[in-house]
């Protein structure tokens, strides 16, 4: 833990609806005072950051940091530090690794190499089932117990519908969100891309919208019979917008997230057999963007998260046909939120910032994304009108598998503090 002073930023905090230019004091890696002209010791550390916004630490609750198992396309300190050099202080990392996080030893392994290695905040999510082979419920109040937030199968959707019920039953019990990732493998069976006339045009199988949308209409009926909390992953198509907000209007306990690659990119967008476009759930057509970019002004999803996915060069750069799903992520997602979000008038900087904070630690009942005196003091700078480009051979990932690479932005982030420790400074030109 560590001492700074933050000086002349724009500070603003959905939690408490700050929005003013004040100082930060952070004594003892807690925030300790908010406000004008703050008295601080002389010899504390001062992060100038006049022209700048000052937010609470960004939280991240969809990231794939595959250690254990996957080393040599991410660990728990090149994601951490991809993390930090994306604004984010906090990561809820996913149980898809070898072996699976689905039991209190793996779940333990991964709290302590955090801490020994990761200059983030690390959350694990534990499985559903072990394995995450949707058969057997994984053990997960020992994952509970041992520090895991969330229960999630990632990746490899729990198709079986009995199982999940008694998921969130026991979920419900230990007060901890279910986040699915939703999907019905029998209709999405060998698609490459979303269905529609571009994958005609290009001869690739298609991933249909119905996948997701089944799947999304059966977890929001499980959830209002068992009253479980349960969070809907990287939502991409019109009709599972519709169902959340008809859901949330109903007064069910359900949440879900998008990721900036979804309300940026269309199918049609995607460099023709470029594998860094390809990605599950796939990118949708102009409709899907437009729908979920009117559920995040509407507040039917309040979150933004990245699904941040490293592959290895060797894996990712084959036909498109055989090369893994995702992208990474992690270190674009707040220029691309400002760029299509806020510059473009549809959302206020106030509550893009919510996106990243309160509402991500509101679904992952996590004490942070604030910066109330006492909360930790994790702090997210960034100027919304920093021109930069992206450069994904200067990645801090240990995967360069972005579809973003030579983009040009307007703003980023430009300081990582965790702790009252500056992780992470926006590089000098």
């Not at 529609?196 to 799947?215: F, H």
């Amino acid at each position: 833990m560590a001492s700074l002073i933050i000086r002349n930023g724009r500070v603003m905090d959905p939690a408490s609806g700050h929005d003013s230019t004040a100082d930060v004091l952070i004594l003892d890696g807690r925030i300790a005072a908010v406000g004008p002209n703050i008295e601080a010791p002389g010899s504390i550390e001062v992060q100038d950051a006049t022209g700048q916004v000052v937010a609470p630490g960004f939280l991240d609750i969809h990231v794939h940091l595959r250690e254990p198992g996957f080393e040599h396309a991410e660990t728990i300190e090149t994601g951490g530090k991809a993390a930090a050099a994306g604004g984010f202080t906090t990561v809820c990392c996913m149980p898809n690794t070898s072996p699976v996080n689905d039991n209190a030893t793996v779940t333990s392994y991964i709290i302590e190499r955090a801490r020994q290695y990761s200059p983030v905040n690390v959350f694990p999510i534990g499985a559903i089932t072990k394995g995450s082979a949707g058969e057997e419920l994984a053990s997960i109040g020992a994952m509970r117990r041992a520090g895991a937030v969330a229960i999630s199968d990632d990746g490899r959707p729990v198709m079986n519908s009995q199982v999940m019920r008694r998921a969130m039953e026991l979920a419900r019990g230990w007060d901890i969100p279910v986040i699915d990732h939703c999907e019905d493998l029998n209709l999405s069976a060998g698609g490459d891309m979303h269905e529609g006339v571009t994958s005609v045009r290009r001869g690739l199988r298609g991933i249909p919208s119905a996948s997701e949308d089944v799947m999304v209409a059966r977890d929001l009926l499980l959830a209002e019979v068992t009253g479980a909390r349960v969070h809907i992953a990287h939502l991409s198509t019109v009709n599972a917008a519709a169902m959340v907000a008809y859901a949330k209007a109903n007064g069910l306990r359900v949440s879900a997230e998008v990721t900036p690659h979804h309300f940026v990119l269309a199918d049609k967008d995607a460099a023709p057999y470029d594998s860094n476009y390809k990605m599950r759930p796939p990118l949708r057509a102009r409709r899907d963007i437009r729908s979920v970019i009117d559920a995040l002004v509407s507040g039917a999803i309040e979150v933004i998260a990245t699904d941040h996915a490293p592959h290895a060069g060797s894996e990712k750069m084959q036909e498109f046909e055989r090369c893994p799903f995702g992208i990474t992520g992690l270190e674009t997602a707040i220029a691309l939120s400002l760029e299509t979000l806020v510059h473009s008038g549809r959302i206020s900087l106030m509550k893009m910032i919510g996106l990243f904070t309160t509402g991500p630690a509101r679904v992952m009942g996590l004490p942070r994304g604030t910066l109330a005196v006492g909360a930790p003091g994790d702090v997210t700078l960034f100027d919304p009108d920093l021109h930069w480009t992206y450069d994904v051979n200067r990645t801090c990932s240990k995967s360069k598998n972005s579809p973003f690479h030579g983009r040009s932005f307007r703003g980023s982030q430009t300081a990582t503090i965790v702790g009252g420790r500056v992780v992470w400074q926006f590089p000098a030109e």
